[in-house]
């Protein structure tokens, strides 16, 4: 009989968590990223990915909380992911992503630099990460950066790389330009694949720290937009549909 009681409250946990994705509002503790209903004060916004399909494994919640506030959204993509040979076809595949993410295709940029290669054992230079980011900042007149935290949600180095090469342009900054930047914060492996239930989760940890949960207001166009990374698709494609958290950098 107990056995029944935990499946049936565990049946309850899931449609509530379900129609939180659905039908609730974003919660969060506070952030220039607003959800007052007012206009945003920061436009010009930078999503820097290591990779093709990280915009749609982990960011599309983020992606499409901002297109639909008028956010003028920019992708940095890094490499072209051709760690297995099919970085010409992973291009493709990030485009037409992003055609079902409503980002102007126009307004994203894959780089191919001999120094910036996918795979494990590329370590990235955080100097020539920093310089890029300051030239695409400086282009687009950026006001926020958004990326991966030190650990790269999945552990991916060219992903702590990225991370890294942010936290240098941040702290050299010669331009003098105000910029904002929030980081994916990485969870561990039981919360990454308990779905929707580990909203209340990041909801709670939101509260208590400077951070933002972001619940996902089209999880269709979030799952329509992994499902063009056919030659990437991964049970790890799943967990991010649900919700993001984010934090601004420390």
Request: proline residues 4%; hydrophobic residues 40%.
């Amino acid at each position: 009989m107990a056995w029944l009681v935990v499946v049936l409250s565990l049946v309850v946990i899931w449609i509530a968590s379900l129609c939180k994705v659905f039908y609730g509002s974003t919660s969060f503790s506070r952030g220039a990223i607003s959800d007052d209903g007012k206009p945003p004060q920061k436009k010009n916004v930078l999503l820097v990915i290591a990779h093709p399909d990280d915009e749609s494994m982990f960011f599309s919640p983020t992606i499409n909380y901002l297109t639909d506030r008028a956010y003028n959204l920019h992708i940095l993509c890094l490499s072209t992911g051709n760690a297995d040979g099919m970085g010409n076809i992973r291009i493709d595949e990030l485009y037409r992503a992003c055609a079902m993410l409503k980002v102007p295709l126009k307004q994203i940029k894959v780089l191919d630099y001999p120094n910036l290669q996918d795979g494990f054992g590329q370590v990235w230079s955080c100097d020539l990460l920093a310089k890029i980011l300051e030239d695409e900042v400086t282009d687009h007149d950026i006001d926020m950066l958004i990326t991966f935290d030190a650990y790269g949600v999945s552990g991916h180095c060219n992903h702590r790389d990225v991370h890294h090469g942010v936290l240098k342009l941040l702290q050299n900054n010669t331009s003098g330009r105000n910029i904002e930047a929030w980081e994916l914060v990485s969870i561990n492996i039981l919360r990454k694949y308990s779905g929707p239930i580990e909203i209340w989760l990041s909801i709670l940890c939101g509260k208590r720290t400077l951070s933002k949960v972001i619940i996902n207001e089209h999880p269709w166009k979030s799952f329509n937009a992994m499902a063009q990374h056919s030659s990437q698709w991964v049970p790890e494609a799943f967990c991010f549909v649900f919700k993001l958290y984010i934090r601004e950098y420390a």
